[in-house]
């Protein structure tokens, strides 16, 4: 009877380890599909914002202020950006002249190939799938002269941004020069001698649904 009774405990056990092995087994599958789930939607996450960048919205040429918008709206982030004109870079092509602040560079995901953006009055990047025409194999270092509005400027060539305007969305009354995205960057220096109103790349912070009707809210308040 003892025997009987040691056999059937044993047994028990042998069951008991057997249950916590599989189930150990399968916590650690869940585990690691999570984990693997989490890294898959990150690289999506991180693919979209190198593509289409961070911001959740765009305000363009109005008369706010990067400090205005700041103070009237919680738990956002703003970069501003102003549109100059535009240039001729082939016979049927513009390209739009501007200027970005960091902000607006970091939540764009603005990437460079070669060189830096620029930061005195006679220097300027542009993005590489403007290097035609007139301004084609134009190098790192080397002067050209463009036409911006009525006047011309002999600009300094320090940095080739990678291609990003033709991802990101534009405007319903999209005008080249006017309410889109800068093609050729220009110092912040040189905008004094334009005056043109602000547009902005705003984030806020906060889940997808929260920060698309606060994004619509922003939008709609400028109109």
């Known amino acids: 009877m003892f025997n ?82 535009k240039t001729k870079v082939s016979s049927d092509r513009f390209a739009t002249v501007g200027w970005m602040d960091k902000k607006s560079i970091l939540l764009g995901h603005l990437k460079l190939i070669s060189g830096r953006f620029p930061e ?16 084609k194999n134009w ?7 463009i036409k911006i509005g009525n ?9 080739i941004v990678k291609n990003y305007s033709s991802q990101w969305s534009v405007a319903e009354d999209f ?16 905008t004094t001698n334009y005056k043109k109103n602000n547009s902005f790349l705003f984030k806020y912070n906060g889940s997808t649904k929260d920060s698309f009707e606060k994004s619509i809210d922003l939008i709609n308040h400028q109109f």
């Open 4 to 85: 009987l009774s040691m056999k059937i405990l044993l047994s028990r056990k042998k069951w008991l380890f057997l249950i916590a092995g599989s189930i150990a087994i399968v916590l650690s599958s869940v585990a690691s599909i999570f984990i693997a789930s989490e890294s898959v939607r990150s690289a999506i996450k991180q693919k979209a914002q190198n593509t289409y960048g961070e911001h959740t919205g765009v305000l363009t040429n109005i008369t706010e202020t990067k400090k205005s918008l700041l103070k009237r709206n919680k738990g956002i982030s703003v970069g501003v950006y102003q549109i100059i004109g």
């Open 120 to 135: 005195k009055p006679n220097e300027v990047a542009i993005e590489s799938a403007y290097l035609q025409g007139p301004l």
């Open 139 to 145: 190098r790192i270092a080397e002067k050209r002269t």
């Open 151 to 159: 006047s011309t400027k002999s600009l300094r060539l320090v940095g």
């Open 175 to 190: 005008e080249k020069g006017v309410n889109d995205f800068p093609n050729i960057f220009i110092s912040k220096q040189l």
